[in-house]
């Protein structure tokens, strides 16, 4: 997702403006500028000069702002549609392969450690297989007939996308129960830590993009 779907273009988006949209990005302009008050018609592009600082720095800390405050119901729908793209569907791609190598590695390395989950990389590759056939899926099938709240047509399968929203979900489950909620024992090493601490992530977002495109983006599109 570019700055400017949130913020506008930050050569003309002022201060004021962006304030008068989300307050607490009042906290982030002081932080760099204390005496921001004074500078309420100054675009963002030129506070980040005063302040010495890389317009993509503040810019980024401006939209990680707005995007907290902003409730994701209310985001319109190539702003979400950029969102699940961008921020969901290429960090998942990206970063099952590692998550699918650690698996692999905690497997071959600790084969002999009772604790270690059996067929815990298959159970990944399950994974990274039905999300990868399914984001490509549905970003043909379903979500480039939503772009600019464009009615998609009645075949677009939605119910589908659910139903195997459904099976991921089981999914996660199963590798919920092989790691014990992604708990490691006390044995394990950094790369065990840090293979269960990533697949924990990869199930928030998962789980978080689910209920993003079941509850908030497919229903504006069933009647």
């Known amino acids: 997702m570019n700055y400017q779907d949130i913020l506008g273009n ?7 403006q962006l304030v008068s949209r989300c307050p607490q990005t009042l906290d982030v302009f002081r932080k760099y500028v204390p005496e921001i008050e004074t500078h309420r018609q100054t675009p963002v592009d030129m506070v980040a000069s005063l302040a010495d600082v890389e317009p993509k720095q503040l810019c980024q800390e401006l939209f990680d702002t707005v995007m907290e405050q902003t409730p994701i119901e209310d985001l319109e729908t190539d702003v979400l549609l950029e969102l699940i793209l961008k921020r969901y569907d290429a ?58 709240d464009q009615p998609p047509s009645p075949d677009t399968p939605i119910a589908q ?14 590798l919920r129960h092989m790691t014990r909620n992604y708990r ?39 009647f």
């Open 91 to 148: 960090r998942h791609l990206e970063k099952l392969p590692e998550i699918h190598r650690l698996a692999r590695k905690i497997e071959a390395v600790h084969r002999a450690n009772p604790e270690v989950p059996k067929g815990i990389t298959l159970a990944i590759k399950k994974l990274e297989y039905m999300l990868a056939d399914h984001i490509e899926r549905e970003n043909d099938y379903v979500l480039k007939r939503m772009e600019h």
């Open 184 to 222: 490691t024992p006390e044995s394990a090493c950094r790369s065990w830590q840090r293979f269960y601490d990533e697949l924990k992530s990869l199930d928030f977002r998962l789980s978080e993009q689910m209920y993003l495109e079941r509850d908030v983006l497919f229903p504006r599109f069933q």
């Open 10 to 16: 930050c050569s003309e988006t002022t201060v004021s």
């Open 161 to 174: 996308m659910n139903e195997e929203h459904s099976l991921i979900k089981t999914q996660l489950k199963k």
